[in-house]
């Protein structure tokens, strides 16, 4: 399996709270990204970085933002959690970008804003 | 529109029997085409890729129609083993991040 490692795995808060979410990989793979998974709605992109300090917005990044200071971590931060956010939060990392990589997931981080 | 649709599901299939999944997609510069599965409560895996000339890995079988804008997933002889959620997954174009389906559910009875 590849070394990969979300935390924290489980968390509660409440509503207008800052949550930050941690993404941390062994593997030196140049890109990671974040994904929540919602019933009804399947894996969504949020954000996602080719490289230390390169990161890009996906299909849902309002009220998300990220940053990537070196190569084994990526963090996501919601600013002021809304009960919206209460998802199942997946980091994925991949050596090749776009269409020619595996994606290789953490085990997810289960999010719930009351 | 999603880019990437299939039928939720779920399909419940006896032990044994050959089920196929169907997941279409919008992007016609799509070119590159994956299965992932997902266990309950667990991270998706790599199932296997797409190819145009169609490929098979053991009871898997997998083909892209791109007349049609189609893939398509056959497993024979299911297992109990198989009963996961099935994720289609597709790219968007060139080097962007790829765009997943909300997967249809597989259930192997005994």
């Known amino acids: 399996d590849a070394g990969i490692t979300q935390s924290p795995r489980h968390k509660v808060t409440e509503t207008g709270t800052p949550v930050t979410l941690r993404c941390h990989q062994t593997?030196?793979?140049?890109?990671m990204y974040w994904y929540r998974q919602d019933p009804g709605h399947g894996l969504r992109l949020i954000h996602y970085?080719?490289?230390?300090?390169?990161?890009d917005k996906g299909e849902v990044s309002d009220g998300y933002s990220v940053s990537r200071s070196k190569t084994e971590d990526f963090l996501l931060t919601l600013e002021s959690a809304t009960s919206s956010q209460t998802s199942v939060y997946f980091c994925?990392?991949?050596?090749?970008?776009?269409?020619?990589?595996?994606?290789?997931f953490g085990e997810g981080s289960r999010l719930t804003v009351l | 529109r999603k880019e990437v649709e299939q039928d939720p599901g779920p399909f419940n299939v006896p032990e044994g029997a050959t089920v196929a999944f169907n997941c279409t997609y919008s992007?016609?510069?799509?070119?590159?085409f994956f299965w992932y599965r997902q266990d309950c409560r667990k991270e998706p895996k790599l199932l296997m890729s797409?190819?145009?000339s169609g490929n098979e890995d053991g009871r898997f079988t997998a083909q892209l129609n791109r007349a049609s804008q189609y893939i398509s997933l056959l497993i024979r002889d299911s297992k109990l083993s198989d009963s996961a959620t099935y994720l289609c997954?597709?790219?968007?174009?060139?080097?962007?991040?790829?765009?997943f389906g909300k997967g249809t559910r597989l259930s192997v009875i005994a």
């Open positions: 994925a990392i991949s050596e090749r970008g776009g269409n020619t990589g595996e994606l290789f």
């Open positions: 593997e030196n793979h140049r890109y």
């Open positions: 970085s080719y490289g230390v300090k390169d990161t």
């Open positions: 992007n016609s510069a799509s070119q590159s």
């Open positions: 797409v190819y145009s």
């Open positions: 997954v597709g790219d968007h174009s060139g080097n962007t991040p790829l765009v």
